[in-house]
């Protein structure tokens, strides 16, 4: 099993829709929790970090269950420019006192006219 | 102004001919990394420096190896690149690696083709 699993997609969607993603991670001692976009052929860019209480920036809103182990994005009103993968990535601090992340391997959006 | 920069953005090798990337960053942070990403998959963590500590991940091939002459410069060599390394390498660089909500922050990646 993958420490971080995410669905590949695509999702595609019209624009002006809601889509949602979930990604799960398997260590139950992770303790910080981001999503990054990336476009295609360029690097990842945060996009926003995921805190237990969620948080939204704008049209996103960021969710963490960690009960059940898995932490979602919500995008409203979906923009043609909101085309891209989303990386799920998930920190934890590992026995040498250092940070470790571990990255999922995105879900693809693609927003059509 | 970009701060992680590498160069070049794409690179063209034949298979068994060593090849270097290179990254710079303007940010003076102490930790610098390397990443492998294939087509739709995860980066996947190389190795990172922190300072002049160099840390390689258990399943990191010894074809690749890596230099930080100093804080600023990182360099990525391939000493007999395959088919199989062709991928997008990504620099990234953070300001320390202890606290759990540290940033990353990316280069642009190099691009590498294997003829």
């Known amino acids: 099993r993958k420490e971080v699993e995410q669905d590949p997609g695509p999702f595609n969607v019209p624009e002006g829709a809601t889509v949602a993603f979930n990604c799960t991670y398997s260590?139950?001692?992770?303790?910080?929790f981001f999503w990054y976009r990336q476009d295609c052929r360029k690097e990842p860019k945060l996009l926003m970090s995921?805190?237990?209480s969620g948080n939204e920036d704008g049209r996103f809103t960021a969710q963490l269950n960690r009960a059940s182990q898995y932490i979602s994005l919500l995008i409203r009103d979906s923009k043609l420019s909101d085309s891209a993968t989303y990386l799920c990535?998930?920190?934890?601090?590992?026995?040498?006192?250092?940070?470790?992340?571990?990255f999922g391997s995105g879900t693809r959006l693609q927003v059509q006219p | 102004d970009a701060m992680v920069i590498q160069n070049p953005r794409y690179q063209v090798t034949q298979f068994g001919k060593p090849v270097t990337l290179s990254c710079s960053q303007t940010?003076?942070?102490?930790?610098m990394y390397w990443y492998q990403q294939k087509s739709s998959q995860a980066p996947k963590l190389l190795f990172h420096?922190?300072?002049?500590?160099?840390?390689n991940e258990a399943d990191t091939p010894d074809n690749f190896q890596s230099r930080r002459p100093n804080t600023s410069f990182c360099f990525l060599d391939i000493r007999s690149p395959g088919l199989g390394d062709a991928a997008m390498y990504l620099c990234?660089?953070?300001?320390?690696?202890?606290?759990?909500?540290?940033?990353?922050?990316f280069g642009s990646g190099t691009q590498l083709s294997v003829l």
């Open positions: 990234a660089t953070s300001r320390d690696q202890g606290r759990i909500n540290e940033k990353l922050f």
């Open positions: 420096y922190y300072d002049k500590d160099f840390n």
């Open positions: 990535v998930v920190a934890s601090i590992v026995d040498t006192g250092r940070r470790a992340l571990t």
């Open positions: 940010l003076n942070h102490n930790v």
């Open positions: 995921v805190y237990s």
């Open positions: 260590n139950s001692a992770s303790q910080s």
